[in-house]
């Protein structure tokens, strides 16, 4: 197959050679020649130009619109991430203002209830001492006649008002050492450490500050996911 394609090649340049010498006898025809194919180069040359810079001006124009649309993706990106954001904040804003007023209503009810109870203790301790002091002031008046002896008088006296006081000393003390300072009729035992302290401002605002920066790590870490899922 080489050597015929070989042949060929020999054969062309042998019939151009002759061509050549024909011409060379007539140098109008020569010239002519000569003229047709430097024309002919350069339409070829000028043709191959064109088309090179055609292909590279096209493939310039390409790579643009694909910056162009990169660079619409990054923005409608950030337009969604954005969009997101104001959802999440607006969401968190609710929840945490539900939580909050769930929490300050149930913290409402818990010293109503606590309230309640304090007041209707204080009222079964008066009326306790209001019976004692009936029932004391007609012995008074027959101790004073001489209807019964001062050892019956001083006995019951002396009785009714150690009963009042340990009753007094009993609800104090329960209530002080023993009741819980947030559920009425929840007992602490010594094993739950006491009563309950009551948290101060300063640790209100601590955790309020520690639950906020968890929130925005949160916040930051669900964009993150979200822009690269977007992307």
């Known amino acids: 197959m080489q050597k015929n394609i070989q042949d060929v090649l020999n054969a062309q340049d042998v019939e151009l050679a002759n061509a050549l010498n024909g011409m060379k006898a007539d140098p109008s025809k020569l010239s002519d020649f000569i003229s047709t194919r430097k024309a002919d180069l350069y339409n070829t040359v000028a043709r191959e130009h064109s088309d090179s810079f055609q292909k590279v001006y096209g493939d310039l124009q390409r790579s643009s619109d694909t910056t ?7 923005v409608r990106n950030k337009d969604l991430d954005s969009l997101q954001q104001q959802i999440f904040d607006t969401t968190k804003t609710s929840a945490d203002n539900a939580t909050y007023d769930s929490q300050i209503a149930k913290r409402q009810f818990e010293v109503n209830e606590w309230t309640v109870g304090n007041k209707q203790d204080t009222l079964f301790f008066l009326q306790m001492l209001f019976i004692a002091l009936t029932l004391t002031a007609p012995m008074l008046y027959m101790h004073r006649g001489g209807m019964i002896p001062s050892s019956v008088f001083y006995g019951v006296v002396g009785l009714v008002a150690i009963a009042v006081g340990m009753t007094l000393i009993v609800r104090a003390q329960y209530t002080t050492k023993t009741r819980d300072q947030t559920l009425w009729n929840r007992r602490r035992f010594n094993s739950m450490g006491g009563p309950p302290v009551a ?33």
Do not use: E
């Open 199 to 231: 948290p101060t401002c300063d640790a209100v605002i601590g955790a309020l500050s520690k639950g906020a920066d968890a929130a925005a790590d949160a916040a930051s870490t669900l964009s993150t996911t979200n822009m690269g899922t977007t992307t």
């Open 68 to 74: 162009k649309n990169i660079l619409y993706y990054h």
